[in-house]
Structure formats: C-alpha cells, structure tokens
C-alpha cells in the first residue's frame, strides 16, 4: 500500500516513474537482494554530496565577494517597510539588500517578525556512512519500505550513506545504538554485501 501510494504521488507530481518487478529490480541492481518484491524506479531522481555541495557553495560565495561567518550567530536583524535593511554578527553591522534565512528551527533572531518565523519542529534523524573495501556496484540511491526502512546513497569515492531515522526527540543529538543496529539490519535486508 505504501508503495503504491509513493507511486500516485510520484506520478501526481509529474515525475517519471515505473513500476517494477523483482526481476527488474535485480538487473538495474544486481547487488540487491533477490527478495525484494516490488519496486518503483524514479528516473529522474537524482543525489548529491551534500558536504561536496557546501564546499563548492561556499568557494563560489567568497569568490563572488560575499562575507561568511562561520559557526557564528547572527544577533539581529533590521527590517523596515517589510525589507531587510542590515544585520548585526558580534559588534559588526552591515547593510544588506537581502538575506537567506536558512537556520532551521534556530529562526527566532532579534528583530525578525513573527511572521517571518517557520512553523517547524526539530525532527531527530540517524545515519550513518560505510567506506566500501570492495566494489559493491550500487549505481543509484536506493529506499525501502519494510519495518527497518533505510535509504542508501552510493557515493564516487566508495562510500555508502544509510539512513535515516526519523524521532520525534527535540534537539536531543545523541546517536543510539538502537537506531544504529536497526538502519544496519535494514541496509543488509536490502543490500547483504553492506
């Protein structure tokens, strides 16, 4: 039932996707194990390094000419007639024409309208990365759906993301065996070279 919910949704969306059967799973993923019972291959999806994604993002802000600061908070922000004026890092204002808030649940800055503050939760989310000591041919990211469900991620150099967990834990940031133990029985479910 849920995949075929992810499928309608995926198909409602516009995107391209195909049902599959076991057999097609296993020749696009040979690496997969031959117990998967359904699939739904989503053509179009693609993934990224997100860290690789950050390093890039941030040389080409510093090289266009943008000021970063790392691993400091923004105290204020001013905003007139509905438009970000300046902001306030430690003793430095600046002007600025416009501003990315991108702080998560981390939204409540001096200055800032309610208004302007994301109605989010902090939602808890495990994973973990394994480092390939031999080629596991996994070309494409893969879910399921089962009681353990996981996400792998191949990555060029080798490694394999697992994840994630989804908890309801606040801003609780400690990894648990528990979770650890049950993302690793869900990526060997799927994936018994892992």
């Not at 893969?142 to 834990?169: F, K, Q, W």
């Amino acid at each position: 039932a849920e995949l075929n919910r992810l499928f309608e949704y995926q198909r409602e969306l516009g995107l391209s996707v195909e049902r599959l059967s076991p057999s097609q799973i296993t020749e696009r993923e040979p690496s997969l194990t031959h117990h998967c019972v359904a699939g739904i291959g989503s053509w179009e999806e693609c993934f990224l390094d997100n860290n690789r994604l950050v390093s890039v993002l941030k040389g080409a802000f510093l090289k266009g000419g943008g000021k970063l600061f790392e691993n400091r908070r923004v105290d204020t922000v001013e905003i007139k007639e509905r438009k970000i004026r300046s902001i306030r890092v430690g003793s430095e204002t600046m002007a600025v024409s416009s501003l990315v808030l991108a702080t998560g649940i981390h939204t409540r800055l001096e200055g800032l309208p309610d208004e302007m503050i994301l109605p989010i939760r902090p939602v808890k989310g495990q994973a973990f990365e394994v480092q390939n000591n031999q080629p596991i041919p996994l070309r494409r990211a893969v879910r399921t759906i089962h009681r353990y469900p996981v996400y792998l991620v191949p990555r060029s150099d080798g490694r394999i993301i697992v994840g994630a967990t989804s908890e309801e834990m606040g801003l609780d940031n400690r990894v648990t065996g528990g979770a650890i133990l049950d993302l690793l029985y869900g990526a060997w479910k799927v994936l018994p070279a892992i």
